[in-house]
């Protein structure tokens, strides 16, 4: 299990006008929140509260634009949210849908499970930059209609622990695929080398002729 530093998700993140599912946790199981620590590192991102509270602040806010784009007429969350995970893009991609959309859920969640008991600090300025975010987003589109779809999805076996175990195997999948990709750019850069060269070089053979 990846300690860094001996932090959890739970730790990483603001409960200044949240409340997330404990002191620990942002996803209900262990393993989840390790995964989001993960692909958060790799893609770069400091594991610190600032770091990763602007993170999840910069998704939310992708949901609220698209939302903003459509009136809010999307007829089901998941469908805006894996929206968003492919147009966020970074650490996010990297997550399974049923992660992403579970982590994104976790986060609505707790701003409306804070507003409905609510705790110290009182002042808007000193809440999580999530809970700005997540604000905008239920005021397009209440938390029912994402708690509805949510439940739905986990009824039909969306968030089952099977999906962690494969994380780690589509995470593999595509290193392969960048490691291919770039294989082939430099494949490409190669032959307009090449093709450059070719020329240069029959005009210095004329010029030894001559």
Not at 28 to 53: F, T
Not at 120 to 145: G, L, T
Request: with cysteine.
């Amino acid at each position: 299990m990846p300690s860094y530093h001996r932090k959890t998700l739970g730790q990483l993140v603001s409960s200044a006008g949240m409340r997330y599912i404990n002191k620990l946790s942002v996803l209900e199981r262990p393993r989840r929140n390790e995964i989001v620590m993960e692909k958060l590192k790799k893609a770069g991102v400091l594991l610190n509260k600032q770091s990763v509270d602007h993170e999840f602040a910069a998704v939310v806010e992708v949901a609220v634009t698209e939302l903003e784009k459509s009136n809010g007429l999307e007829e089901h969350a998941w469908d805006l949210i894996g929206e968003v995970q492919k147009k966020y893009g970074s650490w996010a991609a990297r997550l399974s849908e049923s992660t992403f959309l579970e982590l994104f859920y976790r986060l609505i969640k707790a701003r409306n499970d804070w507003k409905e008991d609510r705790s110290y600090p009182f002042e808007a300025f000193q809440h999580s930059p999530v809970a700005a975010q997540a604000d905008a987003f239920m005021a397009i589109r209440n938390f029912i209609w994402l708690d509805t779809d949510f439940s739905f999805y986990q009824a039909g076996g969306g968030i089952e622990p099977e999906g962690d175990e494969n994380e780690q195997a589509a995470e593999e999948d595509m290193e392969m695929k960048e490691v291919g990709e770039e294989i082939k750019e430099m494949e490409r850069n190669q032959e307009a080398k090449d093709a450059m060269e070719g020329p240069i070089q029959e005009d210095f053979d004329k010029m030894e002729l001559c």
